[in-house]
Every structure is written in structure tokens, then in C-alpha cells.
């Protein structure tokens, strides 16, 4: 049987232990809003009975420690979801902009190859006139500016995405860093048991922001945690980490070292990888169809116009400038060469009236001159797949959006705090804390009575 | 199970999902076009493509044929005119093969005819637009020049060449026909049974043969003259068909890339439903929680 003033502290104990919940309660409530967070909730136990001969008694009550709700595959799941996602919107917004150039509008490349075509076609009716002629001349100038802008507005875009590059890996590296101070705090913490929850927590969100832009795998050890890129490149271990440096290639692009070795073309995941790819694969890619298609034009409408007969009388020379030998280049060094419109070889049999070059000319509008296509299919074949590549990678970046919904949902489901939660608990630790200061009035009024036995 | 206490997050996204729909809804109805850019709908991207360059094609096709008309039908009533001045030739000759005729009264009917030569040179030289229209290809330059070394007293400096104009998808119309085969026709040539029948009248032999010469050469060029007629008709004609064309292209555009405008339409309702809707949810979850029925 246990002493009055073992009663007595025993209900200061749970005292104690109502007045750590209410702490805790009271930290969840504070940080209902805060980014990353996950909910608290006190470990409430027995503390060890007395045992006095055959009797034991309960020894009242412990807070063992304070636990942190959170499923450690879950967040590696979100992590993995906005790798994807900030990747596919990298690659959603780039492709957006190219998009625009492919939009049929007047004075797109299609619409500009149709004016050629017809301005030829003009000229076929009146072959000797000069200013049908200089219609020629100015409609193929347009055609090639056409050509020219789409290509100069996609370099540009791809020197915006370099500067992307470099800031991305800066932050990058400030992200890392924050993770190896926090690893440190976090590792002298639990070496000596104490709870690191906020400092988890707030490492989760980094590692978060991380997955955002670069592809990130978590690996846990002993001494914290180590992240590196998916093919096994070191960011953060444990207390270290390692800086990414960018450095630029003989083009002017900037590529990604990780300890001496260029990691640009193994990123998988995260917004540099999207910027990396749109940089390098898909604006060139786009660049050299239309290298292809120029080059296509130029070469088989000099082919023709060689066979033709100018306004004197004279074989006629290139019509396009020659494309550059292997097409690489060919859609922004696309020119016209001629600009006499007297030099126009629209004559097949020398005399100037004749027209007959010039059908030949228009004949180019239906033959294969780039990828075994004619122009105009060819061009509608470029505007397929731009388009498809938006529409294709807006519709993963809505499903993969979807999907990271869930997972933030399921998240919120076990660590977000519930006000109604609270609210219950606050009541309910309130009630025992009462309770318990009741007990120790009470106990007090029977020590009085014990002291004062007798006295009567 | 415990379930997600912040609903905030999936209500911002069900609304910015409702107000996407309702901004490509509002989009479609307000440009008419279902495909505003290349994704909306890449295969359909494609084949307007196509389509826009068929479409201006078929413009181009009318306007070529406008030009050529204006061409074909000045030179139809100029052959017009080259058979009524042959007319007056013929009825000259007859007049000269009349036997009671002095030597005077027939060499002031030849003269008449030098004339009439000097005058089909005149009409045969016709220009349009500075080219002219019976010198075959070499129309920079002046086709028939009188000459007096040349049998038939007319040169021609022009040639056989001709050019054919595409009105349409495969459809090349030839529009002119060269001055030579107009008038230099070895079974009738013009210039020559002119020049014959001067020659025979300044003689007084062979007058009625001349005029059968003559006659020849008339029946030659009102053959010819059905070319004009006939790609004149053609011209029409292709011209209704191209019409018909921009038709059929203009609703195939519509069936492909236009705005189904009832189905738009009550897809922005329905966004616009759906987003109040959510809004009126928000609204009634986030307005109490415990805290309020606690003292």
C-alpha cells in the first residue's frame, strides 16, 4: 500500500503528463498550416506498480514520448511522383512554346509555302511580267524569313533553358547542403534519444523541393541519410555533400558535373532532366526536320530552275542557296539567291514568254522532297507531332498530377492535423488534467486529516 | 480509417480543373475553331494543314483563271476581226475576177489589199499586258514584220512555242495558240494567199484561184478560232467546279477543326456548374469544426 505522498505524486505526475499532452495538442494546432508538418501525438503509459508484498499498485501515469505520424514509403512514393510531374511540366511548358510557332495562322511555314507555290502559279499566267516576277522573289523571301524565325525562336528558347540549367543546379546545391546540416542535427539528436520530428520533417520537405529538380533516391544509414541521382551519382551522405557544377560545352550549353564526371545526359527525373532533354533532344529534333524540309526545298528547286531559261535568255542558276552539305543548319541559313527577278528560270525553251520551267517548278508542290514527302505533308507530318508531343505530355503530367493528389491525400489522411481531432483531444486531456488537480486537493484535504488526527 | 482532414487541397484542384474546362470551352466557342493550337487534336492539326493548302490553292487556281481570261478573250475577237478584214479580202478578190475590169480599177483593188495585208500584220501583232499574244513563247517580241524579201511579204519572228496554265488538279489548259499555226499554215497560210491574190489581180491571172486561196485561209482561222471558244467554255466551267471545291474544303475544314458550338456551349454550363457547385461546398465544409460547439 503506497504513501499519501505517493498519491500525491502521482497525480502530479499526471499532471505532467495531461499538461505534455496539451502541449502537444497545442503544437499540432499551431502548426495546422505549416508545410511539410507532420502530426504529433503523445505516448501516454503506465509507469511501472508498486508492489508491496502480494499487493501490486498502479504507479500512475508516464508521457513516454512524443511520436510523429508519418509512413516513411509514402513520402519516398511522393517523392517519386514529383520527380515525374515537374519533369513532364518542364517538358509541357517548353513544348507549349514551340507549339505556338506550329499553330496554323498566317505567315506560319505552312501557310507561307502555300503563297510560294501560288505566287509561282501566278507568274505561270503572265510569265514576262516583272512584278509577278518580284512576287516570286518576295514570296520565297518570306518563306525562308518564316523558316528562319521558327529556328531563331527555338535557339532562343534553348539559351533560356541553358540559364534554367545553371539556376536549377544552384539550388540544387543550396537544397543538398541544408540536408547535410540538418543530417548533422538530426544524427546528434537521436545519438542521444531525443526526438528529431521537426527537424525530419523539415528535411522531408528539402528533400521535396530536391525531387522537384532532379531525379533523387533515398537511401537510410546509420549516420542519416544518403541521396543520389538515380544512377547512383552522390548528392547528400550522411553530414556531406556533394556540390554539382555546370561547365559549358564547345556549343555554349552548359553540362553537369558530379565529382569530375558529366552526369547532363543521365538525369532521368525532376526539372532538370525535363529542361536538359527539351534543350538537347527535343527543340533539335525539331530543328533538324526543318533542316530537312529546307534543305529538301532549296535542293530540288535548284535541281529545276538549273533546267530553266531566264528572262535573257540564259540557263538559270540556283534559285535557293545551296543547303549546307548534310542538311545540319539548312532551315536557318535558308536564303533565296536570287534577286534580279529578270534571272527567274521560268522559260523552258529559252524564248521569254515561255512558261514551262515554271510548271515544272510547281510540280515540286506534289513531289517527295524531304522524307519522302511533299512539302506541304511533310509540314503537316511536323505539326502532328509537335502537337502530339503536348498533348501526350500534358496527358501524363494530368494523370501523374492525379496520382501525386493521391498520395498528398493518403499523406494527409495519416500526418495532417485534424481541428476536429484537436478539439476532442484538448477537451479530453483538459478534462483528466481537472481531474488530476482534483486529486491532488483532495489528497492534500486527507494529508490535513492525517496530520490533524487525534488532535480532537 | 482515418481520412484526409485538409480537403482544401483537392477542392483548389477540382476548381482549377472546372475552370480549365470552362476557359477551353469559352475558347472554342469564341474563335469558332475546336483546334487552336497543334495539340488540341495533333491528327486533325495535320489535316488542316492540308486542308488550308489545298484551300488557298484553289484560290489561286481561280485567280490564275481570271488573269487567262481577259488574255483568251482578246484574243478571240481579234481572230474575230482577222475573219471579218479576210471577208473583205474575199469579196475584193471576187470584185477582181470580174472580166470587164480595166488594169486600173484591178490594181487600185490591189492596192486596197496591200492595205488590208498592212492591216492583219497590225492585228496579228496584238499585245495584252505587253506581251504579245500570237508570237508563241517569244512574246517580248514584235511576232509579224512586213518584209519584202519574204514570199508572202511577212515575216515572222516569232515561234511554235505554246504554254499551258494548271487551273486545277491536273488540269492543264494550253492558252495560247503561236502566230505561225494561226497564220502561217502551210495548207492555208493567211499572209501568203493575201500576197497571192495582190500579185494575181496586179497580173489578171489566176484571180480565182487566188480567191480559193484566200477563202482557205478564211475557213483556217475560223477553224482556229474554236481553240479560244472552246478553253473560254472550259474556263467556266472549271471555274463552278473550283466554287464547288471551296465548298466541299470549307466544310470538311468545319466537320474537322470547327466548334461543335451546342456541345461547347453546354460544356462551359456544365463547367460553370460544377464550379459553383464545388464553391458552395467549400463553403459549407470549411464553415464550422468542433472548436465552435465546444465551451
Given at each position: 500500500m503506497s504513501s499519501l505522498v505517493g498519491i500525491m505524486a502521482m497525480a502530479v505526475r499526471a499532471l505532467l503528463a495531461e499538461q505534455g499532452a496539451l502541449d502537444v495538442t497545442s503544437n499540432n494546432i499551431s502548426n495546422l498550416n505549416t508545410a511539410g508538418y507532420s502530426r504529433q501525438r503523445p505516448v501516454l503509459v503506465q509507469a511501472d506498480p508498486v508492489i508491496q508484498g502480494p499487493l501490486t499498485f498502479g504507479n500512475g501515469v508516464l508521457l513516454e514520448k512524443v511520436e510523429s505520424l508519418r509512413d516513411p514509403i509514402l513520402e519516398l512514393r511522393i517523392h517519386a511522383e514529383e520527380q515525374q510531374q515537374s519533369k513532364l511540366e518542364t517538358l509541357v511548358t517548353g513544348m507549349s512554346q514551340v507549339e505556338v510557332m506550329f499553330s496554323s495562322s498566317s505567315g506560319d511555314i505552312g501557310d507561307q509555302l502555300s503563297k510560294f507555290f501560288n505566287s509561282l502559279q501566278q507568274l505561270s499566267a503572265d510569265p514576262t511580267s516583272i512584278p509577278l516576277r518580284h512576287g516570286v522573289i518576295m514570296a520565297a523571301g518570306n518563306l525562308t524569313s518564316a523558316f528562319q524565325t521558327v529556328?531563331?525562336?527555338?535557339?532562343?528558347?534553348?539559351?533560356?533553358?541553358?540559364?534554367?540549367?545553371?539556376?536549377?543546379?544552384?539550388?540544387?546545391?543550396?537544397?543538398?547542403?541544408?540536408?547535410?546540416?540538418?543530417?548533422?542535427?538530426?544524427?546528434?539528436?537521436?545519438?542521444?534519444?531525443?526526438?528529431?520530428?521537426?527537424?525530419?520533417?523539415?528535411?522531408?520537405?528539402?528533400?521535396g523541393q530536391l525531387s522537384q529538380l532532379l531525379d533523387v533516391s533515398v537511401i537510410q544509414s546509420d549516420e542519416g541519410i544518403t541521396l543520389t541521382t538515380s544512377n547512383g551519382t552522390a548528392l547528400v551522405a550522411g553530414s556531406r555533400s556533394f556540390q554539382l557544377l555546370t561547365q559549358a560545352d564547345p556549343s555554349g550549353f552548359q553540362h553537369i558535373f558530379a565529382q569530375g564526371?558529366?552526369?547532363?545526359?543521365?538525369?532521368?527525373?525532376?526539372?532538370?532532366?525535363?529542361?536538359?532533354?527539351?534543350?538537347?533532344?527535343?527543340?533539335?529534333s525539331t530543328i533538324s526536320d526543318l533542316d530537312i524540309l529546307a534543305a529538301?526545298?532549296?535542293?530540288?528547286?535548284?535541281?529545276?530552275?538549273?533546267?530553266?531559261?531566264?528572262?535573257?535568255?540564259?540557263?538559270?542558276?540556283?534559285?535557293?542557296?545551296?543547303?549546307?552539305?548534310?542538311?545540319?543548319?539548312?532551315?536557318?541559313?535558308?536564303?533565296?539567291q536570287v534577286s534580279d527577278p529578270a534571272l527567274l528560270a521560268a522559260s523552258s525553251d529559252q524564248s521569254p514568254g515561255s512558261?514551262?520551267?515554271?510548271?515544272?517548278?510547281?510540280?515540286?508542290?506534289?513531289?517527295?522532297?524531304?522524307?519522302?514527302?511533299?512539302?506541304?505533308?511533310?509540314?503537316?507530318?511536323?505539326?502532328?507531332?509537335?502537337?502530339?508531343?503536348?498533348?501526350?505530355?500534358?496527358?501524363?503530367?494530368?494523370?501523374?498530377?492525379?496520382?501525386?493528389?493521391?498520395?498528398?491525400?493518403?499523406?494527409?489522411?495519416?500526418?495532417?492535423v485534424s481541428l476536429d481531432e484537436e478539439a476532442g483531444n484538448l477537451l479530453r486531456y483538459q478534462r483528466a488534467f481537472e481531474a488530476a488537480a482534483r486529486v491532488v486537493s483532495t489528497i492534500s484535504e486527507v494529508m490535513d486529516t492525517a496530520v490533524n488526527l487525534g488532535r480532537y | 480509417m482515418r481520412v484526409n482532414p485538409n480537403t482544401s487541397n483537392d477542392l483548389l484542384q477540382a476548381l482549377q480543373r472546372t475552370e480549365k474546362?470552362?476557359?477551353?470551352?469559352?475558347?472554342?466557342?469564341?474563335?469558332?475553331?475546336?483546334?487552336?493550337?497543334?495539340?488540341?487534336?495533333?491528327?486533325?492539326?495535320?489535316?488542316?494543314?492540308?486542308?488550308?493548302?489545298?484551300?488557298?490553292?484553289?484560290?489561286?487556281?481561280?485567280?490564275?483563271?481570271?488573269s487567262i481570261q481577259g488574255?483568251?478573250?482578246?484574243?478571240?475577237?481579234?481572230?474575230?476581226?482577222?475573219?471579218?478584214?479576210?471577208?473583205?479580202?474575199?469579196?475584193?478578190?471576187?470584185?477582181?475576177?470580174?472580166?470587164?475590169?480595166?488594169?486600173?480599177?484591178?490594181?487600185?483593188?490591189?492596192?486596197?489589199?496591200?492595205?488590208?495585208?498592212?492591216?492583219?500584220?497590225?492585228?496579228?501583232?496584238?499585245?495584252?499586258?505587253?506581251?504579245?499574244?500570237?508570237?508563241?513563247?517569244n512574246s517580248k517580241t514584235t511576232p509579224f514584220v512586213l518584209d519584202a524579201t519574204q514570199p508572202s511579204g511577212v515575216r515572222y519572228d516569232g515561234n511554235a512555242g505554246v504554254n499551258s496554265v494548271a487551273v486545277g488538279e491536273g488540269f492543264q489548259l494550253q492558252v495560247n495558240v503561236p502566230g505561225s499555226q494561226l497564220f502561217s499554215d502551210p495548207g492555208a497560210p493567211v499572209f501568203q494567199a493575201i500576197q497571192d491574190l495582190i500579185t494575181s489581180l496586179q497580173n489578171n491571172i489566176g484571180i480565182d484561184a487566188a480567191v480559193t486561196g484566200v477563202r482557205?485561209?478564211?475557213?483556217?482561222?475560223?477553224?482556229?478560232?474554236?481553240?479560244?471558244?472552246?478553253?473560254?467554255?472550259?474556263?467556266?466551267?472549271?471555274?463552278?467546279?473550283?466554287?464547288?471545291?471551296?465548298?466541299?474544303?470549307?466544310t470538311e475544314e468545319d466537320k474537322v477543326g470547327g466548334t461543335d458550338l451546342a456541345a461547347a456551349l453546354s460544356r462551359l454550363s456544365d463547367a460553370e456548374n460544377a464550379r459553383t457547385a464545388t464553391l458552395q461546398a467549400a463553403g459549407q465544409i470549411a464553415r464550422v469544426n468542433l472548436f465552435d460547439f465546444l465551451k
Open positions: 529556328v531563331h525562336n527555338i535557339q532562343q528558347q534553348r539559351s533560356n533553358l541553358d540559364l534554367n540549367v545553371t539556376q536549377s543546379v544552384r539550388q540544387v546545391n543550396s537544397v543538398t547542403q541544408q540536408i547535410a546540416q540538418l543530417n548533422v542535427q538530426i544524427a546528434s539528436m537521436e545519438n542521444v534519444h531525443q526526438d528529431a520530428s521537426a527537424f525530419l520533417d523539415r528535411r522531408n520537405v528539402l528533400i564526371a558529366d552526369v547532363t545526359a543521365s538525369l532521368v527525373g525532376g526539372q532538370l532532366a525535363g529542361l536538359i532533354e527539351m534543350r538537347d533532344q527535343r527543340l533539335p529538301g526545298l532549296a535542293t530540288s528547286f535548284n535541281t529545276v530552275h538549273h533546267g530553266g531559261y531566264d528572262l535573257n535568255g540564259n540557263g538559270g542558276g540556283d534559285f535557293f542557296v545551296p543547303p549546307p552539305a548534310g542538311v545540319t543548319g539548312a532551315a536557318s541559313s535558308f536564303k533565296v512558261n514551262g520551267n515554271l510548271g515544272l517548278l510547281l510540280a515540286i508542290r506534289n513531289q517527295a522532297v524531304a522524307a519522302g514527302q511533299s512539302p506541304t505533308d511533310y509540314y503537316a507530318n511536323l505539326v502532328f507531332k509537335v502537337g502530339n508531343e503536348v498533348a501526350t505530355n500534358s496527358a501524363a503530367q494530368d494523370a501523374s498530377g492525379l496520382i501525386l493528389q493521391q498520395l498528398e491525400n493518403q499523406r494527409s489522411s495519416i500526418s495532417g | 474546362e470552362a476557359e477551353t470551352a469559352l475558347l472554342q466557342v469564341s474563335s469558332g475553331h475546336r483546334v487552336n493550337k497543334p495539340s488540341d487534336d495533333p491528327t486533325a492539326a495535320a489535316v488542316l494543314v492540308g486542308n488550308h493548302a489545298r484551300a488557298d490553292q484553289t484560290d489561286q487556281y481561280l485567280r490564275s483563271i481570271t488574255e483568251l478573250r482578246t484574243a478571240d475577237a481579234t481572230l474575230n476581226s482577222v475573219v471579218t478584214t479576210l471577208q473583205r479580202a474575199i469579196s475584193l478578190g471576187v470584185q477582181g475576177a470580174n472580166g470587164t475590169l480595166s488594169d486600173a480599177n484591178r490594181n487600185s483593188l490591189a492596192d486596197d489589199l496591200t492595205g488590208i495585208q498592212a492591216q492583219l500584220v497590225g492585228i496579228a501583232n496584238l499585245s495584252f499586258q505587253g506581251r504579245f499574244v500570237f508570237a508563241g513563247t482557205a485561209a478564211f475557213d483556217h482561222v475560223t477553224t482556229q478560232r474554236v481553240f479560244y471558244g472552246n478553253a473560254l467554255n472550259q474556263l467556266e466551267s472549271q471555274q463552278t467546279f473550283l466554287g464547288s471545291v471551296k465548298l466541299q474544303l470549307a
